[in-house]
Nanobody
Framework: QVQLVESGGGLVQAGGSLRLSCAAS????????MGWFRQAPGKEREFVAA????????FYADSVKGRFTISRDNAKNTVYLRMNNLKPEDTAVYYC???????????????WGQGTQVTVSS
């Protein structure tokens, strides 16, 4: 069992930056693929970024590639999402999640945090 708690969301102007954090508790954090997803009002949850257990292989959605960076610190049981050059269309609730396999599909993630709101004003 893994418990996940996100933090770092907030209100930012377009072009600004935020760093989200996801603190994990529970065993075997370092063995999980960690992902970030987001869900805007009226839309389905979508993949944003994921990182394998070693941190050597990040994945990004095309919409955030070059602007967002995912990283993890297994010693601190924490995964991060650095978001630069934010756009109004990035506004959503952001969730971190853990999976036992390398995947970008939400249905394959076993554990989810409660989410943190990111709002980007134009």
């Amino acid at each position: 069992q893994v418990q996940l708690v996100e933090s770092g969301g907030g209100l930012v102007q377009a072009g600004g930056s935020l760093r989200l954090s996801c603190a994990a508790s529970g065993r075997f954090f370092s063995t999980y693929t960690m992902g970030w997803f987001r869900q805007a009002p009226g839309k389905e949850r979508e993949f944003v970024a994921a990182i394998t257990w070693s941190g050597a292989r990040p994945f990004y959605a095309d919409s955030v590639k070059g602007r967002f960076t995912i990283s993890r610190d297994n010693a601190k049981n924490t995964v991060y999402l650095r978001m630069n050059n934010l756009k109004p269309e990035d506004t959503a609730v952001y969730y971190c999640a853990a999976a036992t396999r390398i995947t970008t599909a939400p249905v394959e993630y076993d554990f989810w945090g409660q989410g943190t709101q990111v709002t980007v004003s134009s």
